[in-house]
């Protein structure tokens, strides 16, 4: 199945910031999909979605231009959003693949649609930037709280050392 790959993002972070957890917590996305942009190159891609997400009102981390700048170089597009609401948008290049990627949107559980902003993510993905959408997949999470908030903390952790 080609959906997860996706949700391997949150199980690396989760498994290798939380060094005291003794199994990594997976958290289900509200919203997930792969897409596909032969046409474009990363950096128009993380033009697009960074100027999406700061419009849409999120606090941008690109990671994968910070692991460049560094010499490290593991994704072609690593991008995470964050905004008031504690929901956390995450763009990334899939593992071993040219021009396929992932998009995740997690909020606080209990799932809190967010139809007007999902609606906006795939327009965003098809219309602006061109990429074929594929495997949309919704989902309601129950889970824990707990788990979200490590989730979150770890992921206000990476911005914070960006800012250093």
């Not at 396929?100 to 327009?123: G, N």
Request: glycine share 6%; hydrophobic share 40%.
């Amino acid at each position: 199945m080609r959906l997860l790959p996706f949700l391997w993002f949150t199980v690396a972070v989760l498994w290798t910031s939380d060094a005291r957890a003794q199994s990594p917590k997976l958290l289900s996305n509200d919203l997930g999909f792969i897409f596909v942009c032969k046409q474009s190159t990363p950096s128009v891609l993380e033009d697009g979605i960074e100027r999406f997400l700061r419009r849409e009102g999120f606090k941008v981390l690109n990671q994968a231009r910070i692991m460049r700048q560094r010499g490290s170089f593991i994704f072609d597009i690593l991008i995470i959003g964050l905004d008031e609401k504690r929901r956390i948008l995450t763009f990334s290049a899939l593992p071993r693949t040219k021009g396929e990627y992932a998009a995740s949107l997690i909020t606080p559980p209990p799932t809190q649609r967010s139809t007007d902003l999902e609606e906006a993510v795939l327009k965003l993905v098809s219309e602006q930037l061109g990429c074929e959408v594929r495997q949309v997949a919704r989902g309601n999470r129950q889970g824990s709280a707990e788990d979200f908030d490590k989730h979150y903390k770890i992921i206000m952790d990476l911005f914070q050392q960006a800012e250093k």
